[in-house]
C-alpha cells in the first residue's frame, strides 16, 4: 500500500507553501492572475488532490474519490485558458508541485531507498496526470471558443440587400448546413420586418451542390418567411443543380425558382404590382428601331 | 372567464390575440369565432399574432382548424404578424401551416381579404363594432 | 459539471402550463440566450409540459441552471407517473405538420433543444429531460 497518502495530509501545509515559493514568475504570471487569487486556488487544488489520494489510489484518477479534484482542475484550467495563460504555464504550475512533494516524501522515507524511490515514481505519475488533464481541458476550451467565433462569422456572411421597397435579396455563398440555415433564417426573417418586404430573393448561384440536406434547409427558410407573410423566390438555379434536384426527387412544386437573378427581380416586381418603364427613347434610329423590335413589352 | 374581443369590420372579424392563452382560451376562441362568423355573415377573419411570443403546436393547430372551419363556412382566414423567432421554431417544430394565408401586419393582411373576398357588404364599409 | 438554481414546480392544471412557461422564459431571461433561443426553449417546454399533463396525467418538471465551464445550460426535467410510452420510436417520428395529427410533439421538441433523453416505462411513467446550452 502506498503510503503517499498519508505523507501527502501529514505534509499539506508544508507542501503548499513550498509549491507557491517553487512557482517562478514566469508561472504565476501576476499580470493575468492576483496572487490573492492564486493562493486560494491552488489551497483549494492541493485539499482536493489530498483528498483524492486518500482514496488509496494514488496514480488511478478513474477512481470516483478524484472526481471533484479532476473538476476543479478543468475549471481553474478553463479560467486560465479564457485569461490568456498558454497551456505549458498551467501544466507546470502543476508540475511543478513535484518537487514540494518529493522533499515531503524524503523527509519520511529518505534512510529506505527502495521505498523511497517506489513513493517518489507514484507521486511522479499521479501529478503527471494531473498535468495532463489542465492540458486537455485547456485544448476544449479553445475549441468552444473558436466554434463561437466562427458562429460569429458565419451572421458576417450573410448580408441581406435590399432591391427595391419591398423586395429583398439574399445571395447566399458556401455550403448550406444546419448552423448556416439557423443564421440565415434569423438574417432574413428579421430583415423583412424591419424593410416591411413581401418577396424575398434567395440567390443560390453560391452554392456549389444542393443536395437533399440543402433543399430541406432552404425549404424550411421558405416555409418561415412564408408564415411571415412574405415569398420567396429561388434564382441562380445552374442546369446541373436543376438536374441533382430532379435526380433527387427534391419537391419544389411549391416553390418559384428562376435561373437568372434578373428574371426574379422582374417577377418580384409583378408580383408587388409594379413595372420598369423606359423614359428616354432609344438613341440610333437604325439599332434603336432594331432594338425595339427584339424588346417587346413582356405581359 | 375572461374572453378574447372579437371587431367586427363590415363584413371581416378582426382579432387580437395579446394574452398568453391557456389551453381553454383557445378552444373558447376557436368556438367563438366559428359562432361569430355564422352570426354575421363573414367573408374574411384577420388574426393578429403580432403579440405572441410563443406558439407551441397547440395553437398552430388552433390556427389551422379556425382557417378550416372558416373555410367551410365560406370565409377567409389571414394570419398575421407572426414574430420571426416563432417563425424559425415552428418550422423547426414541423409545423408549416400551409393551409393558413399569411400577412405581415394587419394593414397588408386587410389588402389581401379584400383582394380574395371583396367587400360585398357595402353598407356597412367603414363600420367597426363589437361583434 | 455544477448546478447552480434548481427548482420544481408542478403540472397539475392547464393553468400550470402557462406558469412553467413563463419560470422558463423567466430562467432563460437570466442566462442571457438570444430571442431565437429563448423562444425555442420555452416552446420546448411547453410541448413537453402540455404532454405530462395531458398524456402523463400530471407531474412535475425540475428546472436547473447548469455551470459547465465556459458554457452555461438550462436543463428541464419533465417527470410523470402517468402510463408511459410503448413505443418510443413512433413517439419520436413526426406526428403533423399542417396540424391535422395528434403527435405528442417529441420529435419536434427534440429539434429546439440541444439534449434531449426520455425515458419511460408502461404503467410507470415518464421522464423527459431537455438541455439548451448558451
Keep these: ?299 | 372567464m375572461e374572453k378574447i374581443p372579437i371587431l367586427r369590420m363590415g363584413s371581416f372579424l378582426l382579432v387580437t390575440i395579446q394574452v398568453d392563452m391557456h389551453d381553454r382560451l383557445a378552444v373558447q376562441l376557436q368556438d367563438d369565432l366559428t359562432q361569430n362568423i355564422s352570426d354575421h355573415d363573414a367573408t374574411g377573419v384577420l388574426i393578429d399574432i403580432s403579440s405572441l411570443e410563443i406558439v407551441d403546436s397547440f395553437i398552430g393547430r388552433m390556427l389551422a382548424n379556425i382557417a378550416a372551419m372558416a373555410r367551410v363556412l365560406d370565409a377567409e382566414t389571414v394570419v398575421v404578424g407572426m414574430q420571426p423567432a416563432v417563425a424559425i421554431t415552428l418550422v423547426e417544430l414541423g409545423m408549416s401551416l400551409s393551409g393558413v394565408r399569411t400577412a405581415l401586419n394587419v394593414e397588408s393582411g386587410m389588402e389581401l381579404l379584400y383582394e380574395i373576398r371583396g367587400n360585398f357588404h357595402s353598407d356597412q364599409d367603414n363600420e367597426i363594432s363589437q361583434a | 459539471m455544477k448546478s447552480l438554481k434548481r427548482e420544481t414546480f408542478p403540472i397539475r392544471t392547464s393553468s400550470d402550463v402557462v406558469v412553467a412557461r413563463q419560470k422558463v422564459r423567466e430562467w432563460a431571461l437570466e442566462l442571457k440566450f438570444s430571442i431565437v433561443d429563448q423562444t425555442k426553449i420555452v416552446t420546448a417546454a411547453s410541448e413537453l409540459a402540455r404532454n405530462t399533463l395531458d398524456h402523463g396525467k400530471g407531474g412535475k418538471v425540475i428546472l436547473e441552471i447548469l455551470d459547465d465551464t465556459p458554457r452555461k445550460g438550462l436543463k428541464l426535467l419533465f417527470e410523470d407517473n402517468g402510463p408511459g410510452i410503448a413505443d418510443l420510436a413512433a413517439a419520436l417520428r413526426d406526428g403533423f405538420t399542417t396540424g391535422g395529427g395528434m403527435g405528442l410533439g417529441l420529435g419536434g421538441s427534440k429539434r429546439l433543444v440541444n439534449d434531449f433523453a426520455l425515458e419511460s416505462e408502461v404503467g410507470k411513467g415518464t421522464k423527459v429531460t431537455v438541455v439548451r446550452w448558451k
Excluded at chain 1, 185 to 192: D, H, I, K, T
Design chain 1, 1 to 299: 500500500m502506498s503510503r503517499l497518502p498519508e505523507i501527502l495530509r501529514q505534509h499539506e501545509s508544508e507542501i503548499y507553501a513550498n509549491w507557491l515559493r517553487e512557482m517562478t514568475s514566469a508561472v504565476r504570471r501576476s499580470d493575468l492572475l492576483s496572487e490573492k487569487q492564486l493562493q486560494g486556488e491552488s489551497k483549494e487544488l492541493l485539499t482536493a488532490i489530498v483528498e483524492g489520494a486518500k482514496s488509496g489510489d494514488v496514480a488511478n484518477l478513474e477512481n470516483p474519490a478524484w472526481e471533484p479534484a479532476k473538476e476543479l482542475l478543468q475549471s481553474v484550467s478553463a479560467r486560465r485558458a479564457q485569461s490568456g495563460f498558454s497551456p505549458s504555464e498551467t501544466a507546470t504550475y502543476i508540475l511543478s508541485l513535484k518537487r514540494p512533494i518529493f522533499e515531503a516524501i524524503r523527509k519520511e522515507l529518505g534512510a529506505k531507498a527502495d521505498e523511497l524511490f517506489s513513493e517518489i515514481w507514484t507521486a511522479t505519475l499521479m501529478i503527471d496526470k494531473l498535468a495532463l488533464i489542465t492540458a486537455e481541458a485547456f485544448q476544449s476550451t479553445r475549441e468552444q471558443l473558436i466554434t463561437r467565433q466562427q458562429q460569429d462569422m458565419l451572421e458576417l456572411s450573410t448580408p441581406v440587400v435590399k432591391l427595391w421597397d419591398g423586395i429583398l435579396a439574399l445571395p447566399i455563398i458556401g455550403t448550406l448546413d444546419s448552423a448556416r440555415t439557423q443564421v440565415v433564417m434569423e438574417s432574413l426573417l428579421g430583415a423583412v420586418v424591419q424593410t416591411n418586404s413581401r418577396v424575398a430573393i434567395i440567390d443560390i448561384t453560391g452554392v456549389p451542390t444542393v443536395d437533399t440536406l440543402v433543399a430541406q434547409h432552404l425549404l424550411k427558410t421558405i416555409t418561415a418567411a412564408r408564415l411571415m407573410g412574405a415569398e420567396c423566390i429561388i434564382s441562380g438555379v445552374r442546369p446541373q443543380i436543376a438536374q441533382t434536384i430532379v435526380h433527387l426527387g427534391i419537391d419544389l412544386s411549391q416553390v418559384i425558382t428562376k435561373a437568372k437573378l434578373s428574371d426574379a427581380f422582374a417577377l418580384a416586381l409583378q408580383k408587388s404590382g409594379r413595372a420598369v418603364v423606359r423614359t428616354t427613347p432609344e438613341r440610333s434610329p437604325v439599332l434603336g428601331n432594331r432594338l425595339a423590335a427584339n424588346k417587346e413589352p413582356k405581359e
